[in-house]
């Protein structure tokens, strides 16, 4: 059977994977889904922890890097990007 791949986005409030997930987007390969990344209430997972015990895999954290003197508190970007993904059938029961 050929599988496809989902990709899980998790931007959480700090650089532990054990905090809350703040923003995330979930892209589904397998075509199951006509809705679009981040159209939920509600994240799929309170923490990225959570997405590993549910069998998602880590494969990228953020790199840490400390703000310029006097950039603390700059809004930019979501600093605390982890990208998980798993590979389902495609009926779309993760294996």
Not at 61 to 90: I, K, M, N, W
Request: with cysteine; glycine share 10%.
């Amino acid at each position: 059977m050929r599988h496809r791949q989902q990709v899980l986005i998790l931007y959480l409030g700090n650089s532990a994977l054990d905090s809350r997930v703040v923003s995330w987007a979930l892209y589904d390969g397998t075509g199951n889904t006509n809705r679009p990344p981040g159209d939920e209430d509600e994240p799929p997972y309170a923490t990225g922890l959570d997405a590993l015990k549910d069998g998602w895999r880590l494969i990228q954290l953020s790199q840490l890097h400390p703000a310029p003197p006097g950039g603390e508190l700059t809004v930019s970007y979501q600093r605390y990007e982890c990208v998980f993904e798993r590979l389902v059938d495609p009926g779309g029961a993760a294996p």
